[in-house]
């Protein structure tokens, strides 16, 4: 976190120490001993290299550094040249060299299609849906209850069947709005509504995806965050009204998530799903000042929305957009603003097992060999698109770890981008 300047808690680690090796064909005096470490949350992955100085004595054209795939590489500047400098590069005992190796920005649709549905009725509601034992934080209160709209909304303490929408602030406080429009489901084509709520500890399925959209949460907010109670809302293939003139239809997703103090609404948007648009209200309200439009609330093309993701740094086919719903008088601190860290500016060796005790019979101690597959349950997320998430890597006695069916025997360190994608070289 300190390194990277964010907020980041990591839920599976590999580390692997090249102890005392020598460099081919072995008959030097001289070793090496450094180490790499894989950390990542299912969401952000990184790369961690810890060398001390002294520690590396031989030297030769090595590769530091990494290559996912496409133009998602980098190369140490000591890549190549005399690599053991980077034992020493700081001055100090130890250096370490940390890569991001993926940061999902985007959050898919939630699977709910099976659970609670609105009925296909114009300017329907939801019955109460309880807000859980904590309750729901929005604005300067908090609320007991919420419902879902058939246009495109949450209302919280009452129902509420407004179909035209205007932006905040307005006489509609305590509501939240993914796309607030006059929306029409009637009718066997007019598209269904469906919602859930999940609850921790209720059960794994609720688990699973409290923990997977806490984590979004954080990473999107640089916060710490973990859910306790969600409710998530899917419009799926519906019409603008009147329903029966027109065939395209808007497919879009609302969850609102809580732990009792913070709350966040999660709008989450599909590249190619958002086909007819009006003036809707994007955005929230929730009393006073605290309200929010996002900026293309009462634009004729709201339903550009859902191809913003394709306008960034790494393209997305999703879009998602989150807000801040609750306040407790003061502002969570942010990653980049002055806090105070306790940590040593420096990570040494992590203690663990020598890779001669991982491979299997035939390869204990052996030349360009590499371990048994290592399994990642969580999933590590590595290069340049929201689809790259490895289960499998690999260690390597050539000084690398390499993802998926990749098993490299006898590879020459080459500057990178190479044949070889999904490396990583400490």
Not at 115 to 124: E, S
Not at 198 to 209: I, K, P, Q, Y
Request: one cysteine or more; proline letters at 6%.
């Amino acid at each position: 976190s300190n390194s990277q300047q964010t907020v980041f808690s990591g839920s599976w680690m590999l580390v692997a120490t090249w102890d005392q090796v020598k460099a081919f064909p072995g008959n030097s005096a001289n070793t090496n001993t450094f180490q790499g470490i894989l950390i990542t949350n299912g969401w952000r992955s990184y790369a961690v290299f810890t060398y001390k100085c002294g520690l590396l004595e031989w030297s030769g054209e090595a590769t530091i550094g990494f290559y996912a795939e496409g133009d998602f590489y980098m190369n140490h500047p000591l890549s190549g040249v005399n690599s053991t400098q980077i034992a020493c590069v700081n001055g100090g005992l130890w250096n370490n060299v940390v890569y991001s190796l993926k940061v999902s920005f985007s959050l898919p649709f939630l699977d709910v299609s099976t659970v609670l549905k609105l009925p296909k009725f114009l300017d329907a509601t939801s019955g109460s849906i309880q807000t859980g034992d904590l309750g729901f934080p929005i604005g300067n209160s908090t609320q007991n209850e919420v419902y879902v709209s058939t246009n495109g909304y949450f209302s919280f303490g009452r129902p509420i069947t407004a179909f035209e929408a205007f932006p905040f602030p307005n006489d509609f406080n305590y509501l939240v709005a993914p796309f607030w429009s006059d929306i029409d489901i009637r009718g066997g084509d007019g598209g269904e509504i469906y919602y859930q709520v999940h609850s921790r500890g209720s059960n794994s399925v609720s688990d699973e995806l409290l923990d997977k959209v806490s984590v979004f949460i954080s990473g999107n907010q640089q916060t710490v965050f973990s859910g306790s109670w969600m409710l998530v809302a899917t419009w799926d293939s519906v019409k603008a009204f009147p329903g029966d003139t027109m065939n395209e239809t808007n497919t879009f997703q609302g969850t609102l998530v809580t732990n009792g103090e913070e709350s966040y609404a999660e709008f989450t948007y599909q590249c190619g799903l958002m086909e007819w648009s009006v003036r809707a209200t994007i955005g929230y309200y929730a009393d006073g000042d605290l309200y929010e439009n996002h900026p293309l609330t009462g634009s004729p093309n709201a339903n550009e929305i859902a191809c913003l993701g394709n306008s960034s740094s790494q393209p997305s086919q999703w879009t998602n957009v989150v807000y801040h719903v609750s306040y407790n008088g003061s502002e969570v601190p942010k990653a980049n603003e002055n806090t105070t860290v306790e940590e040593e500016p420096f990570l040494s060796f992590i203690a663990g097992n020598k890779l001669a005790t991982v491979p299997s019979v035939g390869l204990p101690r052996a030349p360009s060999s590499h371990s048994e597959p290592i399994h990642i349950p969580v999933g590590l997320p590595f290069g340049s698109t929201t689809t790259v998430v490895h289960s499998v890597v690999y260690v390597g006695t050539n000084g690398l770890f390499s993802f998926g069916s990749v098993t490299p025997t006898k590879l020459d360190p080459v500057m990178f981008p190479g044949s070889v994608e999904y490396v990583v070289a400490p």
